[in-house]
T-cell receptor, first 112, second 113 residues
Framework: GDSVTQMEGPVTLSEEAFLTINCTYT??????LFWYVQYPGEGLQLLLK?????DKGSNKGFEATYRKETTSFHLEKGSVQVSDSAVYFC???????????FGSGTKLNVKP | EAQVTQNPRYLITVTGKKLTVTCSQN?????MSWYRQDPGLGLRQIYY???????DKGDVPEGYKVSRKEKRNFPLILESPSPNQTSLYFC????????????FGAGTRLSVL
């Protein structure tokens, strides 16, 4: 079945450091891929998405490229801020967009 | 303001006592879904609904029921809660299936003793 695997956290970085959070997936079809962010005490918010191979999703300085050959969708940001501290979830949905599969989440701590 | 509202936010109950967690959205969305979040497991989908009277199982439906009698409401029902249903629950909604942005509620933390 479909699944998403994320790197274990927590990830601790200093402000302005480069961020990579790895995400790989297993899917039977051609899924769309998502990154969601969860701030403390809140629900999830969509950060970015990509719907086909080689698409790059981007938002708020975060980027991720849909790599079909490596079944990956790694999240990157060139310079993190303290306000980026949150839990990040990678997710996929197959063609019908009804069922969603989430990774286990990666907690990011950014220190001033 | 566009929002998904869950109630209650916190609930402590005992094994076997039926409970309902309500979810309401004000965006006229067709698609609604319930998830549970557990440490190390991320979010797992319980049930989803494509429209009124149309519901289907997600990945972990056992022990849960849902109904969609009105477009705005999608309650989650635990007929006989057990301790392994202790979790953080999220409701979400989206237009035209989950293809577009899913809006999440603030969560309901449930403890079953």
């Amino acid at each position: 079945g479909d699944s998403v695997t994320q790197m274990e956290g927590p990830v601790t970085l200093s402000e302005e450091a480069f961020l990579t959070i790895n995400c790989t997936y297993t899917a039977t079809g051609y899924p769309s891929l998502f990154w969601y962010v969860q701030y403390p005490g809140e629900g999830l918010q969509l950060l970015l998405k990509a719907t086909k191979a080689d698409d790059k999703g981007s938002n708020k300085g975060f980027e991720a490229t849909y790599r079909k050959e490596t079944t990956s969708f790694h999240l990157e940001k060139g310079s993190v801020q303290v306000s980026d501290s949150a839990v990040y979830f990678c997710a996929l949905s197959e063609d019908n967009f009804n069922k969603f599969y989430f990774g286990s989440g990666t907690k990011l701590n950014v220190k001033p | 303001e566009a929002q998904v509202t869950q109630n209650p936010r916190y609930l402590i109950t005992v094994t076997g006592k039926k409970l309902t967690v309500t979810c309401s959205q004000n965006m006229n969305h067709e698609y609604m879904s319930w998830y549970r979040q557990d440490p190390g497991l991320g979010l797992r989908q319980i049930y989803y609904s494509m429209n009124v009277e149309v519901t289907d199982k997600g990945d972990v439906p056992e022990g849960y029921k849902v109904s969609r009698k009105e477009k705005r409401n999608f309650p989650l029902i635990l007929e006989s809660p057990s301790p392994n249903q202790t979790s953080l629950y999220f409701c979400a909604s989206s237009s035209t299936g989950g293809k577009n942005i899913q809006y999440f509620g603030a969560g309901t933390r449930l403890s079953v003793l």
